[in-house]
């Protein structure tokens, strides 16, 4: 991947087309979109309102459902989940940065289902770095991106939002 | 009698996190604010359809009361199972058998049980710091009450609910009213008031139940309800501690009542938007006045709620200093 594709609002232009049609190819009416904090958020808001979403957003912290939590300790900042309405039957749209092992993915699915039995969930991310200890597949990714070992990427935003590849320190 | 100690040598690990919560003395107001931001952020799950969160799952957390308490028991088991863990309740008198003797042994059972955390509560000052010192390495110890010594748990929920009412401590002044001698809830209380940086501490109740030099903890006394209640944000009443009391330091509760309760009339006396806190159960009619406790400025059920959520907030955070001090101890053996 070169640097050029690292433009995010091109990336959120063609996940935008590619979630439209999948939006239509599946029959979905009325779904509802969830960000996890706190890149997902970001692009979340971006993507409701390029395409016009009725449902308000909703917004997750995955925190208390993390599996690593006895190793990396709490944040005593975790922010509440908040969703607009019950998740009972919808079709849930859910959106994160950068999917890597696939356990933040977990932990949401986790969570969301503590909400109530959803119709169907579709997982948008930005990145896809491909190192994946689960089997979790997104469904609309903006790019994949091959990391070195020592190398992280980080998304920052809201305004303007950009991707910064550094070396782990 | 147990010996004094330095808490913090054993209630942090060597980062400075929590891993046992034993008293509220010594630490600092960034753990205790990390403690009431926590504890916010378990608020909202309790609004939830499905309550649970799976951050215990797979932990046991046993209940140890030696001194019987409903109420306290029950939010530490709903905190417990509402993270997820196993929960096991025992009530052991300690009339029974000599003390040290049966502490080790019961210590002991758990252990072969491996439980990974103590919930303590016990009728002896110090009884959940020597519980701390002797568990196997890795068990977290929440002390729910030792003796007149500490109840850190209620005063850490009376400060979540101050802060959720009245936001910033540095503006307020604060009144502790009744039975301070005896109030292991009032010690807790003056030092989590101090720390997190209350504008002033006051304490109120009659002679006989003020323990002496309490002035040394940073505190204003009063032993008259018309002076100490005026301009005050937040009134914390105490429970007459009957069960703990020879009668010759009070003549009578109608009499204690009349000069210390909590009426209509003296709450007027505090700030107009004074806040009114007691950690149950109440006497009513001994400490505070029916009306009272059941007014629009009471916060009495509010502490309930903020209580479990207080809870759940030492006992993930403890779990979780364990099992970094763990990890630590690995990398370095």
Known sequence: ?169 | MFEPIDANQIQLNSQGQLKHFLTTEGLSRELLTEILDTADSFLDVGERQVKKLPLLRGTTVANLFFENSTRTLSTFELAAKRLSADVLNLNISTSSTTKGESLRDTLMTLHAMHADMFVVRHSDSGAAHYIAQHVTPDVAVINAGDGRHAHPTQAMLDMLTIRRHKGDFSKLTCAIVGDILHSRVARSQIHALRTLGVAEVRVIGPQTLLPRHIEALGVMVYTDMNEGLKDVDVVMMLRLQKERMNSALLPSESEFYKLYGLTEEKLAIAKPDAVVLHPGPINRGVEIESSVADGPRSLILDQVTNGLAVRMAVMSMAVSGQMQEKQNNGENA
């Open chain 1, 1 to 169: 991947m070169t640097s050029g594709m690292l433009n995010v609002e091109a990336l959120l232009d063609k996940m935008s087309a590619e979630l439209k049609a999948l939006i239509s190819q599946r029959q979905i009416e009325d779904p509802l979109m969830i960000g996890i904090r706190t890149g997902g958020v970001w692009l979340a808001e971006r993507l409701h309102h390029q395409l016009g979403l009725q449902s308000p957003l909703g917004v997750m912290d995955i925190t208390f459902y993390r599996d690593d939590f006895t190793q990396v300790g709490l944040n005593p900042r975790v922010q509440p989940t908040k969703l607009p309405c019950d998740t009972e039957g919808r079709h849930i749209l859910l959106v994160d940065d950068v999917i890597m092992s696939g356990r933040t993915i977990r932990a949401a699915l986790n969570e969301i289902f503590d909400y109530g039995r959803p119709a169907s969930v579709s997982l948008i991310t930005l990145l896809d770095l491909q190192r994946r200890q689960l089997p979790i597949q997104a469904d609309v990714v903006g790019g994949t991106l091959a990391l070195g070992p020592d190398q992280q990427v980080k998304l920052t935003g809201p305004e303007p939002l950009s991707l910064e590849i550094s070396q782990r320190t």
